[in-house]
């Protein structure tokens, strides 16, 4: 993730705890397919329904990305947005281990009452978030 995502580890991680039980109408929350055989879908188009091309296009990635877990959140009414209410409560922050703005994100987060925690380079030992 801090490699791909995170600028190198200059960037942060947010942590969100979802209420998947109230989750808003039209809001669907959806695991990320993976596989070896990806395709071009543009040959393909012609005989897949529109619905089908997009949730091949938006849910699936390589299996080399199998160890992400990743989930995706959809929003199915056309150009409504939707606001984090407490369905989405934000409960931490971890900055990477180049993060230059590590202090005053911490300040801010004891300030919202959201834990704070920083990636530390170990070198050889890998990364630890501390």
Known sequence: ?????ADSHRGI???YEVDFSSLPNGLASVPVQYTNELKSYLASSF??????LL?????TKS????????WRFVLHNGNETL??????RMVSVTAGYKCAKDTELRALCNKKGLEFYKV???GIDGLVRV
């Open 120 to 122: 530390r380079d170990q």
């Open 55 to 59: 949730s091949r296009l938006l849910f």
């Open 83 to 88: 606001d984090l209410d407490e369905r989405f």
């Open 63 to 70: 299996s080399e990305w199998s160890y992400e877990s990743e």
């Open 13 to 15: 991680c947010i942590e």
């Open 47 to 52: 005989i897949l329904s529109p619905e089908d």
């Open 1 to 5: 993730m801090w490699a791909h995502y």
